[in-house]
């Protein structure tokens, strides 16, 4: 059963689409976001795209922050991006640094709001996942002390606000990590997810770690490796 629904709580509302495949809180939840630019329907066919994923209840909800994307065109974004900035990190090939050595303004704000709604909607064992800015959100989100999910799911993601990000990280409890990159994404480097890896390790999380051959995407080997990782989760 597929229905869009709205969520409103003390730091604002979003949407979102929840897909359930069991009755009531019989099947684990995996909240999936999406990228910058794009909505609650972007991984939405993911619930569906191989058998083992129909052991899963999903939540897809839709970014509070509407973004252009061309003439009348809008997506939605987790936090704002400085498109100054990101083009020059595009000439000057510093897509290294670009996150990791800062927090993104609006970070902090949309977590306080995914808190609540995941807090609100996650009514047994639950794991969090994302694509690109929404798995920035997602591994911020894995080291809130008030949520407790069972995983995470790491698509195409990066390394944010390094210094911060470790620190927060040695205090946090540890859980399972999926992890997948593409060798030649032009987006967010190979090298930053390799870092991310790293700060994993070090701190004793287990991270089933994929890179391919291909860029910012999700290709089919990526999803089997995931079919491995939530089988053995669930």
């Not at 052991?55 to 009348?72: A, L, Q, Y």
């Not at 807090?119 to 407790?148: D, H, I, R, T």
């Not at 700060?199 to 051959?213: L, S």
Request: aromatic share 10%; proline share 6%; net charge negative.
């Amino acid at each position: 059963m597929s229905q869009v629904k709205s969520f409103q709580c003390s730091k604002g509302e979003l949407n979102y689409l929840e897909i359930i495949n069991g009755v009531g809180n019989e099947k684990p939840t995996l909240f999936m976001l999406h990228g910058y630019g794009a909505n609650m329907r972007d991984l939405a066919p993911l619930a569906a795209v191989h058998p083992a994923f129909k052991e899963f209840n999903w939540i897809f909800p839709d970014g509070p922050i509407k973004v252009p994307i061309g003439p009348m065109m809008f997506g939605r974004a987790w936090f704002p991006l400085d498109m100054e900035e990101l083009n020059r990190a595009m000439m000057t090939s510093s897509f290294e640094t670009l996150f990791s050595d800062k927090l993104p303004s609006g970070l902090a704000e949309a977590s306080e709001l995914l808190t609540q709604f995941i807090e609100a909607k996650a009514g047994g064992s639950y794991l969090l996942g994302g694509f690109s800015q929404g798995s920035m959100m997602a591994c911020e989100l894995s080291l809130n002390s008030s949520l407790k999910p069972e995983a995470l799911v790491l698509l195409s993601s990066t390394l944010v606000a390094k210094e911060r990000f470790v620190e927060r990280l040695k205090k946090a409890h540890c859980l399972p990590v999926f992890q997948c990159h593409g060798i030649s994404d032009p987006v967010l480097p190979i090298s930053m997810a390799r870092a991310l890896k790293q700060q994993f390790n070090e701190c004793a999380w287990e991270v089933d770690y994929h890179e391919f051959t291909g860029g910012h995407e999700i290709p089919p080997q990526a999803l089997q490796a995931l079919v491995t990782f939530l089988g053995a989760i669930k």
